[in-house]
T-cell receptor, first 112, second 115 residues
Framework: DAMVIQNPRYQVTQFGKPVTLSCSQTLNHNVMYWYQQKSSQAPKLLFH???????NEADTPDNFQSRRPNTSFCFLDIRSPGLGDAAMYLC???????????FGPGTRLLVL | AQSVSQHNHHVILSEAASLELGCNYSYGGTVNLFWYVQYPGQHLQLLLKYFSGDPLVKGIKGFEAEFIKSKFSFNLRKPSVQWSDTAEYFC?????????????FGAGTQVVVTP
């Protein structure tokens, strides 16, 4: 089945230790998104790629970066995680901008 | 940018009761509208969507939603809920004038269905 896959599902890191979260998709969608979702809150868009074009939300901390080496993969790098970065990180894809987004299962990040 | 209001943060109801969740967006124009559901421990899933056409949209699991343009609303309904409908429900909007197509979520409504 075509899908959005996120690895790992759970990630524990130490305060200040860089961490990378991975997302892959078999939908062949042009757009990939990263969201942060904290407990009992709506997902918050961090950034997205339309093909290779990158759009960073204005309030996304500089600590968060992303890479999209090819259509199928997108990575979220957190350079120096703080305690406040503990959250669920969701990857989503859409065929084109303004179309339906399909979400992966998320990676739950715990910062010790 | 659009903002999305969901009227209830928590709803508790019994099985077989009817459910209606309110959703309003902030201003008119072309919008794409969505309801997503997040079951406990699971990922966000699309329940239904409206882009154009018939304002009464049917989705999965017996859910439907009605787009009322004059009220900037997109309320979700289910005539008879089941225990398995316990989940968090998010309304979301894409403003048609936003070239990046940002999906604006409401704060979510936690629905608990008791047996």
């Amino acid at each position: 089945d075509a899908m959005v896959i996120q690895n790992p599902r759970y990630q524990v890191t130490q305060f200040g230790k860089p961490v990378t979260l991975s997302c892959s998709q078999t939908l062949n969608h042009n757009v990939m998104y990263w969201y942060q979702q904290k407990s009992s809150q709506a997902p918050k868009l961090l950034f997205h790629y339309y093909d290779k074009d990158f759009n960073n939300e204005a309030d996304t901390p500089d600590n968060f970066q992303s890479r999209r080496p090819n259509t199928s993969f997108c990575f979220l790098d957190i350079r120096s995680p703080g305690l406040g970065d503990a959250a669920m990180y969701l990857c989503a894809t859409s065929r084109r901008l303004q179309e339906t987004q399909y979400f992966g299962p998320g990676t739950r990040l715990l910062v010790l | 940018a659009q903002s999305v209001s969901q009227h209830n943060h928590h709803v508790i109801l019994s099985e077989a009761a009817s459910l209606e969740l309110g959703c309003n967006y902030s201003y008119g124009g072309t919008v794409n509208l969505f309801w997503y559901v997040q079951y406990p421990g699971q990922h966000l899933q699309l329940l239904l969507k409206y882009f154009s056409g018939d304002p009464l949209v049917k989705g999965i699991k017996g859910f439907e939603a009605e787009f009322i343009k004059s009220k900037f609303s997109f309320n979700l309904r289910k005539p008879s809920v089941q225990w398995s409908d316990t989940a968090e429900y998010f309304c979301a909007v894409i403003d048609g004038t936003d070239s990046w197509g940002k999906l604006q979520f409401g704060a979510g409504t936690q629905v608990v269905v008791t047996p």
